[in-house]
C-alpha cells in the first residue's frame, strides 16, 4: 500500500490478556516509530527501529511491553497482561531516514480498550 | 521538566486572527523543529519543519525558531474554522522524534 497500514484498527480485550498491535511501513523507510496517545494527550514516545540497529526502548513503559521488528520492515507491538491503563490510540509511524529533517507518515492508529 | 512543553489550551481565536502557538523544548542538541496538525480522531500530519533561527514561512503559517531561548512558535495568519485541531510541537535530535503535549486551538466562525 501507499501508506503506513497498522491493524486491527480498533481492539477491544479484558485485563490480563495479551495483545499483539501490527505496523506495516512505507516500503523502503528504514526508520520505525511507536507512540501512545492517550484521551486527549500528546504523543508518547514507546521504541524507535533504525535499519538493522538496536532499538530505542527507552519509551516503554514497562516490561510487560515489548516490540520487534522482522526483516526491517513489519513491526509488532506486544502487551502482555493488559491493564486498563493500557487504553490509548497506539500509532505507528515511518520514515526513510535521509537527513535531519524527516518528515514522519503516520498510520491510522490501533484504539486499544482494556476492559 | 518534560523535553517539549506546550500549553494545552484551548486557544480561541476568531476567524482572520492570527494565531500563535508556542513551544519550548529542554534540549539544547536539538537539531530540527517540527509542527503536526492532528484533527480529532486523526493522525498527525506534518506542517512545517524549521532548523536555523529565525523566521520560515509557508503560505498562511510562519514557524519561528529562537535556540538560545529554545523556544519555538507557529503563527497562523487568517485563522479559518478549518483550521481548529490541536497542534503538536516536535523536535528531533540525532533521531529520535519527541512530541509535545499539544495545543488545541479553536477558530470562532
Known amino acids: 500500500g501507499a501508506g503506513v497500514s497498522q491493524s486491527p484498527s480498533n481492539k477491544v480485550t479484558e485485563k490480563g490478556k495479551d495483545v499483539e498491535l501490527r505496523c506495516d511501513p512505507i516500503s523502503g523507510h528504514t526508520a520505525l516509530y511507536w507512540y501512545r496517545q492517550s484521551l486527549g494527550q500528546g504523543l508518547e514516545f514507546l521504541i524507535y527501529f533504525q535499519g538493522n540497529s538496536a532499538p530505542d526502548k527507552s519509551g516503554l513503559p514497562s516490561d510487560r511491553f515489548s516490540a520487534e521488528r522482522t526483516g526491517g520492515s513489519v513491526s509488532t507491538l506486544t502487551i502482555q497482561r493488559t491493564q486498563q491503563e493500557d487504553s490509548a490510540v497506539y500509532l505507528c509511524?515511518?520514515?526513510?531516514?535521509?537527513?535531519?529533517?524527516?518528515?514522519?507518515?503516520f498510520g491510522s492508529g490501533t484504539q486499544l480498550s482494556v476492559l | 521538566q518534560k523535553e517539549v512543553e506546550q500549553n494545552s489550551g484551548p486557544l480561541s481565536v476568531p476567524e482572520g486572527a492570527i494565531a500563535s502557538l508556542n513551544c519550548t523544548y529542554s534540549?539544547?542538541?536539538?537539531?530540527?523543529f517540527f509542527w503536526y496538525r492532528q484533527y480529532s480522531g486523526k493522525s498527525p500530519e506534518l506542517i512545517m519543519f524549521?532548523?536555523?533561527?529565525g523566521d520560515k514561512e509557508d503560505g498562511r503559517f510562519t514557524a519561528q525558531l529562537n535556540k538560545a531561548s529554545q523556544y519555538v512558535s507557529l503563527l497562523i495568519r487568517d485563522s479559518q474554522p478549518s483550521d481548529s485541531a490541536t497542534y503538536l510541537c516536535?523536535?528531533?535530535?540525532?533521531?529520535?522524534?519527541?512530541f509535545g503535549t499539544g495545543t488545541r486551538l479553536k477558530v470562532l466562525a
Open positions: 509511524a515511518s520514515s526513510p531516514y535521509r537527513g535531519q529533517n524527516e518528515k514522519l507518515f
Open positions: 516536535a523536535h528531533s535530535g540525532t533521531y529520535k522524534y519527541i
Open positions: 524549521i532548523y536555523s533561527n
Open positions: 534540549d539544547r542538541g536539538s537539531q530540527s
